[in-house]
């Protein structure tokens, strides 16, 4: 996978990169030559470790502005104006609608779609002056599934596509792309705690069945973030092994 020139000189923030898809992500970043800004609510310590030199690891609230302009800062003094912005951070608690409470709610809302608006103040001026950016929506593929329980969690992550979407046609004449991945179930410590006849339930519903690891969610996330990317915009790339068909 790794080609050192794809990213060479770009500054890359990658949100929720403690573990899993964020780490595999951030890893996959500074494999082909960007300087990486590792964000986690807790610092991202065996992220950082794992790149070396080419990173440096924030904790930060996503949903909070103050947290924003500290990554902002961190970025700045450490490696110069960020040119990618990968938001994979998400909070996904399960309830039922009668279960669910506005605290729940908003939280969610917070940390899944108002981070993805945070980050777009904070960094599209720069990214228009430098006339090159880069923003990559982390969503998921419950937003086409029949999943109970979880529609706080399916609106802002549908909340993502819409935002990447609209983000995309107001800087469009700048350089930037706006785009969303939505991978299905992957191999974290959360799906590893299903039993086995919940994941086969799932993997019944995949053309490939089995769970993705988070290395597979990469690929095209690397691709919308390079120059070979640039006449692609406010699109919606579902990567979960056929289980979200549409035709």
Sequence with gaps: MANPG????????????GRGIGAAIAIALASR????????LQPPTA?????GPAAVGVAADVSDPDGWSAIARAAEQAFGNVDIVVNNAAYYPNHS???LDLETWRKTMSVNLDAQFLSA?????GMRRNQWGRFVGISS?????????MSHYI?????IVGFMRGLANDVANDGITCNAVLPGLTHTVATEAQGEEQRRATWQAQAIQRFAEPEEIVGPVLFLTTDDAAFMTGQALVVDGGQYRVG
Excluded: Y
Aim: charged letters at 15%; a positive charge.
């Design 6 to 17: 794809t990213h060479q000189n770009r500054v890359a923030v990658v949100t929720g990169s």
């Design 97 to 99: 609608i009668e279960d």
């Design 121 to 125: 103040k904070q960094f599209v001026p």
């Design 33 to 40: 030559g960007a300087k990486v800004v590792a964000v986690d």
């Design 141 to 149: 593929n419950s937003i086409g599934l029949t999943v109970k329980g």
């Design 47 to 51: 992220t950082v470790a794992a790149i």
């Design 155 to 159: 609106a802002s992550k549908m909340g």
